[in-house]
């Protein structure tokens, strides 16, 4: 099986891009497409605002301006958004596991502080049986659409993710 993720080239398309954008559950988030390997990303409002933190991404060029983001979470949740920057879009499809989905706030904190990095791993034991996951799939329009940073956390791409 071959691995056909985005190349370099490909990735400088959407490299640097950050936006906001809101779930029709009124869930707010900022995402940030760093580097080839690594998303960062903000929750804004919902059950899990507050919680900062960057993953391992997958990205796919679908098409010019559509991609698709990937990654597993420390917590078990598994994340694949399709981003569409000239509808300026986001269709998410995420299971969540049991104690991600019930336990939110054991979910915030920083991934390079030790403590939450175990906690968040405790909650990836919880419902570990499929059927025990929470999906959700839910459709986004961003509300802002830009480069850079901003003022989400600076982090290296050589640091631990799960």
């Given amino acids: ?4 993720g985005a190349t370099s ?3 400088k ?7 906001k954008y809101t779930y029709g559950l009124g869930w707010t988030y900022e995402m940030y497409f760093r580097s ?3 998303c960062v990303y903000r929750i804004l409002s919902g059950p899990l605002a507050g919680r900062v933190n960057f993953q391992h991404a997958h990205y796919q060029k679908i098409r010019d301006n559509v991609w698709q983001c990937s990654w597993l979470e420390e917590t078990g949740t598994v994340v694949s958004m399709v ?3 000239d509808q300026q879009t986001v269709k998410t499809f995420a299971t969540f596991s049991r104690g991600h989905w019930d336990l939110p706030d054991q979910a915030k904190g920083w991934k390079r502080n030790p403590e939450d990095m175990a906690r968040w791993r405790t909650l990836a034991q919880k419902g570990k049986d499929q059927a025990d996951k929470h999906v959700l799939v839910e459709h ?3 509300s802002e659409l830009t480069s850079g940073q901003g003022d989400l956390p600076d982090i290296d791409d050589s640091w631990e993710t799960m």
């Fill in 9 to 11: 080239e490909e990735f």
């Fill in 140 to 142: 986004a329009k961003m």
């Fill in 13 to 19: 398309q959407i490299e640097g891009k950050r936006f």
């Fill in 36 to 38: 080839l390997t690594r």
């Fill in 1 to 4: 099986m071959s691995h056909e």
């Fill in 83 to 85: 981003v569409d920057f």
